[in-house]
């Protein structure tokens, strides 16, 4: 099983610069997110969706965007890199929101905006 | 707002001993409580989850105790192995069905051959 997928896994952005993390599942998940964690931080929710068309912000969701058109896609648009989005960035997937079921994440995508 | 610390943020032990690795939470009503293991260079593995109204779970050698009134939740790693050197975080959902899971900075452990 795939599981959750993350593209691409590395990526070097200049200022400015915009890009799409890419994320898709094949659990047939109703609930997906996207997390950042910073070094010797927890992870931080920046958007999350508990069906197609349906999403919501998170704790820390300016400078990023979302869609989620189909039940197994989800991805984050980051607009005018700046260097604080330097993160890795973990997208993540569970059924029924996780309240009595797991999360399962992707590998993550290592960003650095220079 | 619900903070979620860790202590110790890294800790060595020699392979063969039992660990406890601790999580707190300042906010007691919460609906669940997970443990999960990452990595290096991967993504999260949940380990174990405690719903609110339980006071520990097993899967092997670990077993993740819950006291919610104090806000403390440990993790114990029986005869610990090379292999379980990884970083350990903690997550709390909220009591009010909050999307967010809040996430403690984690534990790095390594076990010593």
């Known amino acids: 099983n795939a599981g959750v997928t993350q593209t691409p896994k590395f990526r070097i952005l200049k200022i400015g610069q915009s890009m799409t993390l890419q994320c898709t599942q094949d659990?047939?998940?109703?609930?997906m997110y996207w997390y950042r964690q910073d070094p010797g931080m927890g992870l931080k929710l920046i958007y999350y969706?508990?069906?197609?068309?349906?999403?919501d912000k998170g704790e820390v969701p300016n400078g990023y965007n979302v869609s989620r058109s189909t039940t197994e896609d989800f991805p984050l648009r980051l607009e005018l890199a700046a260097p604080s989005q330097t993160s890795v960035y973990f997208c993540?997937?569970?059924?029924?929101?996780?309240?009595?079921?797991?999360?399962?994440f992707g590998e993550g995508s290592w960003l650095t905006v220079v | 707002k619900q903070e979620v610390t860790q202590i110790p943020a890294a800790l060595s032990v020699p392979e063969g001993e039992n660990l406890v690795l601790n999580c707190s939470f300042t906010?007691?009503?919460?609906?669940?409580l997970q443990w999960f293991r990452q990595d290096p260079g991967k993504g999260l593995t949940s380990l174990l989850l405690?719903?609110?109204?339980?006071r520990e779970q097993t899967s092997g050698r670990l077993n993740a105790s819950l006291d919610k009134s104090s806000g403390r939740s440990t993790l114990y790693i029986a005869a610990s192995q090379p292999g379980d050197s990884a970083t350990y975080l903690c997550?709390?959902?909220?009591?009010?069905?909050?999307?967010?899971?809040?996430f403690g900075p984690g534990t790095r452990l390594s076990v010593l051959p």
């Open positions: 993540a997937s569970s059924y029924t929101g996780g309240r009595g079921n797991t999360i399962y």
């Open positions: 906010d007691s009503a919460i609906y669940n």
């Open positions: 997550a709390v959902r909220p009591g009010d069905y909050g999307q967010n899971f809040v």
């Open positions: 405690i719903q609110s109204s339980q």
């Open positions: 969706s508990v069906g197609a068309g349906i999403t």
């Open positions: 659990m047939n998940h109703n609930y």
